[in-house]
């Protein structure tokens, strides 16, 4: 006869036994044809991707597409620098970066860039005065993800008797720079090109090869200058040229001009130690390798350790933080773009 000791450690085990049984079961019922219990929903911070599948995430503002990794809802972008903001206040409605201080004109993935409303920078070097100041990249992060793009900027000024720079970096060093003069004639009266190429008479530009977020600006009147006259600084896309309502001599100027950012999605390079890590535990460094197709990308940057951004392989095209963003090229379809020499 069992004592009660022995009929006690008996019921134990056999409990044991039952658990061990019914946790068997329910992980054997997915493969028997039962439905497996939701993993638990992302929930979206902002970062990361969450926003990437997410239909409820708003896609246009007026007439401007918002593709991922850019986003407005909380969930809805990659992470914190990317998000936008729409205001409806006028039609059609505006895009803005952030906070909503610079205005957004078009974003494209594949480039790495977006397009943007540069807000023109309006000097006056009085008489007696040899030196005005001021600065460039108000509403952009510093340190963030954009820069002024390497490849398609320049600096402009419309101007009289007058010479730009422009400085940035850590050491504040120079990075472009021009001067626009206005001669007089025999009647002294002042003479300005009215071929619109802004090549040093009344306006001037020159190209900037390193991009940054932030750039401090001097303008200088040019020795024997008698000119009291505004002078207008614009970061613009290369290839400027002033139209008929920009006047260096009567004060005409536009309030801003589009001018193109770089941006990247992480601090790492592409030879990064942590690119094989999960996209999703990583979203700095990884996010590149979350599809078919998707390659990290990187510069060429004139600016050291800029990081990198996602694109699509030689072939493909799409938006590469989608797990299928990249499709197949079908070449045959743009023979403009794609020329064939052959069947």
């Not at 952009?140 to 940035?168: D, H, I």
């Amino acid at each position: 006869m069992e004592s009660p000791m022995e009929n006690a450690v008996v019921r134990n085990v056999v409990a044991s036994l039952a658990a061990v049984v019914a946790t068997l079961l329910m992980m054997m019922l997915p493969s028997l044809g039962g439905a497996a219990a939701p993993a638990a929903a992302a929930t979206g911070t902002g970062e990361g991707a969450p926003g990437r599948s997410n239909d409820d995430c708003t896609r246009s503002c007026g007439n401007i597409s918002i593709p991922y990794p850019f986003g407005i809802e909380p969930g809805c972008y990659h992470a914190s620098w990317f998000n936008l903001t729409c205001n409806h206040s006028d039609q059609p409605a505006k895009l803005f970066l952030g906070d909503g201080t610079v205005q957004v004109m078009e974003i494209s993935v594949p480039n790495g860039t977006v397009r943007i409303n540069s807000t023109r920078l309006l000097y006056t070097v009085d008489v007696g005065v040899s030196t005005a100041s001021g600065t460039w990249g108000k509403g952009l992060p510093r340190g963030g993800p954009f820069f002024l793009s390497e490849s398609r900027s320049s600096v402009a000024l419309v101007g009289c008797g007058a010479q730009v720079e422009v400085r940035g970096g850590d050491h504040n060093s120079l990075v472009a720079s021009c001067a626009a003069v206005c001669p007089l004639d025999g009647g002294g009266r002042i003479v300005v090109d009215t071929s619109s190429a802004c090549t040093g008479v009344g306006c001037c530009q020159a190209n900037i090869v390193l991009g940054y977020d932030f750039y401090s600006i001097q303008i200088h009147k040019l020795n024997g200058s008698v000119y009291a006259l505004p002078a207008s600084v614009y970061f613009v896309d290369q290839g400027f040229r002033h139209t008929e309502d920009m006047s260096a001599v009567y004060g005409h100027f536009p309030e801003s001009l589009p001018a193109t950012l770089g941006w990247v999605t992480s601090n790492y390079t592409c030879a990064s130690p942590y690119r094989n890590l999960n996209p999703y535990d990583s979203p700095s460094s990884s996010e590149c390798f979350v599809g078919n197709h998707s390659v990290c990308v990187e510069g060429p940057y004139n600016v050291a350790d800029r990081g990198s951004r996602c694109g699509c392989e030689v072939g493909y095209q799409g938006n590469p933080y989608f797990p299928d963003g990249c499709q197949d090229i079908d070449e045959g379809t743009s023979p403009d773009i794609y020329p064939c020499y052959g069947d």
